[in-house]
């Protein structure tokens, strides 16, 4: 591996084009903008904390805790008691955020697809999804599966998970 291949920051590393490079820094504003309302209480918006952590767990190659994250992000003087207390106290709602996932993953089945066949490129092991909750009945991710020899896992009216073959 050439030295500039193991740089966290050389374009090369991710395999990433200029022109998408040129935008990554406001595509992840985007991200994050969409998930903000996801951190304000009627008292509190700990949605800088939430910026903060999600630029730290981006930026860092290693030693990804509270204290790093907050000193990478924030400066060399932040301990991450601040980043620490919103992931661990603060009264934003992890559901909220889950269903901010799963509304954007059910808009675009293409992109769990795309997450599906990179779990599959990078060797891990799995034979069964569960969908339903994520992408809802898409029939064109079921041939997608289908096709890949993947089980489709979805709910019965019961909301027990039911094993069926991909429609």
């Known amino acids: 591996m ?12 991710w ?7 040129a935008d990554l820094g406001d595509r992840l504003q985007r991200f994050w903008s969409r998930f903000r309302g996801c951190f304000k209480t009627q008292t509190r918006d700990s949605a800088a904390h939430a910026w903060a952590y999600l630029r730290g767990l981006l930026g860092l190659d290693s030693g990804r805790n509270f204290a790093n994250i907050a000193r990478r992000v924030n400066g060399p003087e932040d301990d991450g008691q601040d980043v620490q ?10 559901a ?3 269903q901010q996932v799963q509304a954007e993953i059910a808009a675009i089945p293409e992109l769990g697809w795309r997450m599906i066949q990179r ?16 992408y809802g009945r898409s029939g064109w ?5 289908a096709e890949a020899g993947l089980l489709y896992i979805g709910r019965s009216t019961r909301n027990y998970a039911s094993l069926s073959a991909p429609a």
């Open 96 to 98: 909220a955020v889950i």
């Open 2 to 13: 050439s030295e500039q291949d193991g740089d966290l920051y050389a374009p090369q590393r």
């Open 119 to 134: 779990v599959q490129d990078h060797g891990l092991p799995f034979e069964a999804i569960a969908c339903d909750d994520l």
């Open 15 to 21: 395999g990433l084009p200029a022109k998408v490079i």
């Open 85 to 94: 207390h919103f992931m661990s106290d603060s009264p934003w709602s992890a």
């Open 141 to 145: 991710l079921r041939q997608q599966m």
